[in-house]
């Protein structure tokens, strides 16, 4: 029965190429918005598995295998519930399989197979050849498969992945390293987490875009880049709604650029987020459509003066909410398009104009959500649990990392890159040496958007300067972040290594190095603060449970209001030094209950109260 469901899927798919989904396929939607094909097929849906705890399944030809034994529902990782497996304890190593089939109007075509994520690292055979080995658990890649199937023909995939979240040579983020949650960790995510097609592409077609908008000289540049360089002709055509605003011819090169005129370009914000379509085609000499790929991009511009960071040449303050994209039944993978839509929403129900995206790499969609609706994002990677002293951790980082920037670099919502979190790692040359690396490389990748190197933790080189705190005493709050013309500073820990260690790593006797300090001369923002706790029945009971917050939890709503509007109301008298700040959190997550939603997404308090609180600006206070 098993197997007459994977091949009707397929089946359909050949008969049906454009519309290649099975009915009731999780995660059904097109997983790349600002990069979109008609042909393709959705690979999500019931797949064969099996754990591999001894990590002796290349001895037994795993990789050959034609069906394993238990079944799965990809996306979601076996950790949760929605995969049909909830197995929480570690998993080293998992082997998956299904059949895919090519269709036969595919023929001619570059076939190519592509994974929105896979933690941590992957191997992808099909009929028992490798294909692929991908290192890195949040990047999306693509496997060309052209030459490993046939047209029509039905073909065994398998895929490996391996995970070992407490070596300290991944990137694990949140992910908790003992074997069951506590404090700000929770339960993990292993295998495939993101959705998996395939997509039929001319052999010289385009691989990818970078599409840079340009407000104060009234156009876009588009940098191209071809699977195949060759003698056609790239087309591209933008539009506003049904109007032509602009279209252009190049050559189908990658030195090709392609500059679009937009006269009185109707800017992108969260007040107004209006989006152009754009359209790409490469054109034969006898004007045949080879490839054909739908876009959008939003006009829209982030640059920093002194001390404010700017949105389309004007100051603009940003009030975030940090989001951690954990999910009940679907750990890092949202249950249905859906439901990232819906957080986002109801961040901006809440009154905050954009979120920090913490510690996880969100996929392309939720980046497309907040295109759509107007809302600011922050990304950011899993820096937590690699030990980035090691010089093959801090390589396999940066590698992924600048995968990410490419992948994301061209969405109008997100408006400042932030590689890591709280790193305050004692090492003095690997961590500085890694971190302006993550920099250059970011700005080289993408010099359009301002880069946090460390949110809240030791900077070495960065266009903002982020801390963290948690002190619930408004005044006090005020007075730590701000007073007598001195900034808080991240203390810069730990301060060194036991003596033993002393020459590991770059640490040295009586070393000298210093971190640096702010001197005032870039934005300074609060992006972590307040981390209220409130649990159900708080205000009855006051309890602890086993849950976490921080400080002392309030024990009434009405001091809970109080609290919050304080810590808020403090941080905005200080606008003139601090340029925006992040609330944590959106949600609960597990035992961490500091949201302002429960983790099922229902609200604690009155929406409207919140947005009364959130919405405000330093121009709303009362200043000293």
Not at 299 to 322: A, C, D, F, S
Not at 426 to 455: E, F, G, W
Request: charged content about 25%; glycine content about 6%; overall charge neutral.
């Amino acid at each position: 029965m098993k197997i007459k469901k994977l091949f009707s899927a397929v089946f359909l798919a050949a008969l049906f190429p454009m519309l290649a989904v099975a009915a009731g396929t999780p995660r059904s939607e097109y997983p790349r918005p600002q990069f979109e094909r008609k042909a393709w097929i959705n690979l999500n849906g019931t797949w064969d598995f099996t754990f591999d705890f001894s990590n002796s399944g290349l001895e037994r030809e795993y990789q050959k295998a034609t069906g394993f034994d238990r079944t799965i529902t990809v996306p979601f990782c076996p950790e949760s519930k929605l995969s049909g497996v909830g197995y929480t304890d570690f998993i080293n190593h998992i082997w998956y399989h299904r059949t895919i089939q090519a269709p036969a109007t595919w023929k001619g075509k570059r076939i190519m197979l592509n994974f929105g994520a896979v933690y941590f690292n992957s191997e992808v055979y099909i009929d028992g050849v490798l294909a692929a080995r991908h290192f890195g658990g949040s990047s999306s890649f693509s496997v060309d498969i052209t030459r490993f199937v046939s047209d029509g023909a039905v073909h065994h995939l398998v895929v490996r992945a391996s995970s070992d979240v407490r070596s300290g040579k991944q990137s694990a983020g949140k992910q908790n390293l003992q074997l069951y949650s506590y404090d700000c960790n929770y339960t993990r995510t292993t295998g495939i987490w993101q959705t998996v097609w395939m997509e039929a592409v001319d052999p010289s077609g385009l691989e990818r875009t970078q599409i840079i908008p340009d407000i104060d000289q009234e156009q876009i540049t588009i940098h191209p880049h071809f699977f195949a360089e060759s003698s056609n002709m790239l087309r591209v055509v933008l539009k506003d709604g049904n109007r032509t605003v602009s279209s252009a011819k190049v050559k189908a090169t990658n030195s090709s650029t392609v500059v679009l005129p937009v006269k009185k370009a109707k800017l992108w914000s969260p007040e107004s987020p209006h989006l152009y379509t754009l359209l790409f085609q490469v054109v034969n000499d006898k004007g045949a459509v080879l490839d054909e790929v739908n876009s959008y991009v939003g006009m829209r511009k982030v640059h920093i003066e002194g001390n404010k960071i700017y949105l389309n040449n004007k100051p603009y303050y940003q009030r975030l909410v940090l989001d951690q994209g954990f999910y009940p039944d679907g750990i890092w993978t949202a249950p249905s398009d859906e439901a990232l839509k819906k957080d986002i929403e109801l961040s901006m129900q809440a009154g905050f104009n954009g979120a920090r995206l913490h510690q996880k790499v969100f996929e392309e969609r939720y980046y497309y959500w907040a295109d759509k609706l107007g809302y600011i994002t922050w990304g950011e990677a899993p820096s937590w649990g690699m030990d980035a002293n090691n010089i093959e951790v801090a390589r396999n980082f940066l590698v992924e990392w600048s995968d990410l920037v490419i992948r994301d670099r061209n969405h109008p919502s997100l408006l400042i890159w932030t590689p890591m979190n709280e790193e305050f790692w004692p090492d003095r040359v690997q961590y500085p040496r890694m971190t302006t690396d993550l920099y250059n490389i970011t700005k080289a990748l993408d010099p359009t958007r301002p880069v946090n190197d460390a949110s809240g933790g030791c900077h070495i080189k960065t266009d903002i300067w982020t801390v963290h705190h948690y002190e619930q005493d408004p005044a006090k709050l005020k007075d730590i972040l701000y007073k007598d013309g001195k900034f808080f500073q991240t203390p810069n820990y730990p301060v060194g290594l036991p003596k033993a260690n002393i020459g590991y790593n770059g640490l040295r006797e009586n070393d000298t190095y210093e971190f640096p300090q702010y001197d005032g001369k870039m934005p300074y923002l609060i992006d972590e603060v307040g981390g209220i706790k409130w649990v159900k029945a708080q205000d009855k009971t006051n309890s602890q449970r086993e849950s976490w917050g921080y400080g002392e939890p309030p024990k009434t709503e009405e001091e809970f209001m109080h609290r919050l509007e304080g810590i808020i109301h403090s941080v905005l008298e200080l606008g003139d030094h601090i340029w925006g700040y992040c609330y944590t959190q959106l949600t609960d997550v597990e035992q961490e209950q500091n949201g302002i939603f429960y983790y099922d997404r229902t609200p604690k308090f009155d929406l409207k109260v919140l947005h009364k609180i959130f919405s405000k600006t330093p121009d709303d206070v009362q200043k000293p």
